[in-house]
């Protein structure tokens, strides 16, 4: 409890010299109302006290303070705002001082900003991550920062979001001086030097010489952001943000400032960083389960074991190793194993000769795997993940051996796509600590983990899984037991509909272009170009299913980027257009007696989206989703859904649902296919005039 408010505590310090002031609003001291008030009347008071000649600014536990209190986004504002603050540092004719004792992140950076000095602890880091919100730093951050550390360095933190550490800061010119000493100790007797020297206040608003480069060459600024620029595609924030740093090079600090205030305001208020903000909450809310008892605690993991060295085996082990945890990968055939070891370390050697990763962490890490055929090595897993060949009678196999030989409580772990996880976990007499982990390929990468919560999975099970996705750095999101589970269950309504829409008129690259242009990494040819046709192909086969366009491209040898040739011919990675294809698609489209038309990219982009969203209806419905939002989450972190546009279900809400039933059943109607009849709850929601943002969480049907 501080004595100026709750959340801010003043200290005097040296006879009264120092004043020292506090932010104490854990855990993270975000820039809530009471805390900028709080600064503010503690900068007045140590204004107006005439022993205090510097001020020491700084926070408590990890964090000198992470930036604004998001939750205040949707009120009126209150002052003193973030501004006034600063503008208060600003007008203080004592020195400063920002003493960084750890995180300054967004709100929290631009407040160190504002100070004169700045200190940094060496564990400390600073980043703008309001891009990630769909945001810019909108309190002076798009404008001091360039005056301080350069445009190039700025564009970097800004338009990145990523932090930086307090060596780096250092060397940037960002922070004044990177201090051992115990905080804020340290910071106190670095402030004693600036007054005993008099060293005259540094206002960033002053500084002009890191921006003169800028200023002669506007060229410096473009270059800088171009990258960024090419990613964001359809996302304003980015281009909104240098806008916001040009101010900083050719306007007057204040008409700058202004400037970024006008353009904050507009992206706050857009639809752009609503979708945003919501991605950011459901990844949190997502890790909620409304029935798990508040004292279940997760088995702790300090071993791993996977079973199979396949794609998906190496990749988990790669996550494990990654963050520090032992795994042992099983084998049963010594080829398999040899090669996936192998590719394992060819992984790694790619990293560290694209210098994302040095040769020795690159040792460290690969001291953490070793593999074997000796399935009694199971017992050593406090969690055992199976990745064999998608076959249910030989996961079965595994599963029962898993149960007579992983150690009592481990987690067994499935990683089917598509098989069921309760047919699984029967096979063992402990279906309680059975569950399905659905990685994404290449799983040392894709950040999504559908958690699979069978019928008699256990409570500490699934908490366990929740806690090993959290500490291997993933998106953890619990879903139920159905074919293909969230994510693939709809994206099969996306290919059958990319077939269809072959067969009537459009080319691969047409749809492959509405969708990217949407803001997807690539369409859905290329991406099953990527993924290879011949997997779908033979489970098509399997389950007497046609696909007559994707089954001839298989039939030509043509089974994607692996044989050269797919929906597209390829020279090296790049896809390029085959007239070849378009004869094969047209043959398909007369065989079907189809005649060929010219379709709309409107009508694309409902096709690719909105039975997607149906499907998406009928996972609510049937329990398999607890949240519209736990889906939201699904197509982000594992399909590349632009998060600025907020995931499907969010998405769905910003269409509007009647637009979407009504397009529906037209689909439906004229194509005759069942699937495509607006799901019950998406009727149910148009009549009651609700979007799927009003529906509230719901228990998992197991
Ligand atoms: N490839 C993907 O994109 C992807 C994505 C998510 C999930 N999955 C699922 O992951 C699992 C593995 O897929 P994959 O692509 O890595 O397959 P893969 O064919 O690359 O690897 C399977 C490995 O399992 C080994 N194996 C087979 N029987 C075994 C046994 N009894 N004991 C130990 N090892 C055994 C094989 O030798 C092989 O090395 C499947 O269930 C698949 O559906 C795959």
Redesign the pocket.
């Known amino acids: 409890m501080g004595n100026i408010n709750p959340s801010v505590d003043l200290q005097y310090h040296n006879a009264g010299h120092i004043a020292l002031v506090v932010m104490d609003n854990p855990p993270v001291n975000a820039l809530k109302h009471e805390l900028r008030a709080g600064i503010a009347e503690a900068l007045a008071k140590a204004a107006a006290d005439p022993a205090v000649e510097a001020v020491v600014l700084t926070g408590t536990g990890r964090f000198f303070s992470a930036g604004a209190d998001i939750t205040e986004f949707n009120q009126p504002r209150r002052s003193p705002t973030l501004h006034d603050v600063i503008a208060a540092l600003d007008a203080m004719q004592k020195p400063v001082i920002a003493a960084i004792n750890g995180q300054a992140l967004g709100g929290g950076c631009e407040l160190a900003l504002g100070c004169h000095f700045r200190l940094a602890s060496p564990h400390a880091r600073l980043g703008l991550p309001e891009i990630k919100l769909g945001l810019l730093p909108g309190a002076g951050g798009t404008q001091r920062l360039p005056r301080l550390a350069g445009v190039e360095r700025a564009v970097r933190m800004i338009l990145s979001g990523e932090p930086i550490s307090a060596q780096e800061a250092l060397a940037d010119g960002i922070v004044d001086a990177v201090l051992e000493g115990p905080f804020p100790d340290a910071a106190i007797a670095y402030a004693e030097r600036v007054v005993a020297e008099r060293q005259p206040l540094r206002r960033a608003r002053d500084r002009e010489d890191k921006i003169e480069a800028a200023r002669r060459d506007p060229s410096v600024l473009d270059k800088a952001a171009a990258p960024y620029l090419r990613r964001a595609r359809g996302e304003q924030a980015p281009e909104f943000a240098l806008r916001a740093i040009r101010g900083a090079i050719e306007k007057p600090f204040d008409e700058g400032l202004q400037q970024e205030g006008q353009l904050f305001l507009e992206l706050v208020q857009g639809e752009q960083s609503k979708a945003r903000r919501h991605v950011f909450f459901a990844e949190r809310e997502a890790l909620k389960i409304p029935d798990m008892p508040k004292d279940v605690q997760p088995w702790p993991v300090t071993r791993a074991v996977v079973?199979?060295?396949?794609?998906?085996?190496g990749g988990i082990a790669m996550c494990f190793a990654n963050v520090g945890i032992p795994v042992e990968v099983?084998?049963?055939?010594q080829a398999?194993l040899t090669r996936?070891l192998e590719r394992i370390a060819e992984n790694y050697r790619t990293s560290v000769s694209r210098g994302s990763l040095s040769a020795a962490e690159m040792d460290r890490r690969m001291q953490f795997i070793s593999g074997t055929l000796d399935f009694g090595h199971v017992a050593e897993g406090d969690v055992v993940i199976e990745?064999?060949?998608?076959e249910l009678d030989?996961k079965k196999?595994?599963f029962a051996e898993l149960d007579r030989l992983a150690k009592p409580g481990a987690l067994l772990a499935t990683?089917?796509?598509?098989l069921d996880v309760n047919a699984i976990a029967a096979a063992t007499k402990r279906p309680e600590s059975v569950l399905g982990m659905?990685?994404?390929?290449p799983a040392n990468v894709m950040r999504l983990l559908e958690i699979v919560r069978g019928k008699a999975t256990s409570h500490q099970a699934l908490a366990t899984a929740l806690a090993i996705g959290k500490q291997l750095g993933k998106v953890p999101v619990v879903v139920g037991v159905c074919d293909g589970f969230v994510g693939n269950r709809m994206l099969a309504r996306r290919t059958t509909e990319a077939e269809r829409l072959l067969l009537e008129g459009a080319l691969p690259q047409e749809v492959d272009a509405v969708v990217y242009d949407f803001g997807f990494p690539m369409g859905p040819f290329a991406m099953s170009d990527l993924?290879g046709l011949d997997v779908g192909w033979r489970i098509r086969k399997a389950r007497g299913v046609k696909a007559p366009v994707s089954d001839a491209l298989c039939e030509a040898g043509r089974f994607g980027q692996k044989t050269g040739a797919g929906y597209y011919r390829y020279e090296g990675r790049t896809p390029v257009p085959d007239p070849e294809v378009e004869r094969i698609i047209a043959e398909a489209s007369a065989r079907a007696g189809i005649t060929r038309r010219k379709i709309s990219s409107q009508e694309i982009l409902e096709r690719m989206i909105y039975p997607m969203i149906n499907e998406g209806a009928r996972i609510l419905e049937e329990g398999i989703a607890m949240r519209p939002g736990d889906i939201d989450v699904v197509w982000v972190y594992g399909y590349g859904w632009p998060a600025w546009r907020g995931g499907p279900m969010f998405f769905a809400d910003s269409v509007g649902l009647r637009q979407i039933r009504d397009r529906l059943k037209e689909y439906a109607e004229r194509s005759g296919d069942p699937l495509l009849q607006p799901a019950p709850l998406l009727e149910k929601l148009v009549a009651e005039n609700r979007g799927f943002g009003s529906l509230a969480p719901q228990r998992l049907a197991t």
Request: hydrophobic fraction near 45%; avoid cysteine.
């Open positions: 079973i199979g060295a396949g794609t998906m085996g099983v084998e049963s055939d398999a996936g990745a064999v060949f998608e030989l196999r595994v990683n089917t796509s598509t659905h990685f994404f390929s993924a």
